[in-house]
Nanobody, 113 residues
Framework: QVQLIESGGGLVEPGGSLRLSCVASGRTFNDYPMAWFRQAPGKEREYVAATFRGTFYTDSVKDRFTISRDNEKNTVYLQMNSLKPEDTADYYC?????????WGQGTQVTVSS
């Protein structure tokens, strides 16, 4: 059974940093796309960043967020710097493998003073 488990969320002041982690178990995702999405209260889930033969970001997080992966640990990270209140959301890890999509349960990030 595939599981994606996120961690690293929390409360941070504007301008602060957090690093999210997503550990995949049950299958290896080393050669498959992995991504981060987020969903703010009252809004639809949106794409944040992805890694697969390169790294890709939505415009609002470019130059602030960095996605990376450790294939030995089957883990993807999201380093978030210069956080803004509008980054407040539940952050979800996602992976795609052989035509199937997998999602984690999410980790909450709150940016507030």
């Amino acid at each position: 059974q595939v599981q994606l488990i996120e961690s690293g969320g929390g409360l941070v002041e504007p301008g602060g940093s957090l690093r999210l982690s997503c550990v995949a178990s049950g299958r290896t995702f080393n050669d498959y796309p992995m991504a981060w999405f987020r969903q703010a209260p009252g809004k639809e889930r949106e794409y944040v960043a992805a890694t697969f033969r390169g790294t890709f970001y939505t415009d609002s997080v470019k130059d602030r967020f960095t996605i990376s992966r450790d294939n030995e640990k089957n883990t993807v990270y999201l380093q978030m710097n210069s956080l803004k209140p509008e980054d407040t959301a539940d952050y979800y890890c996602a992976a795609q493998r052989l035509g199937r999509d997998y999602w984690g349960q999410g980790t909450q990030v709150t940016v507030s003073s």
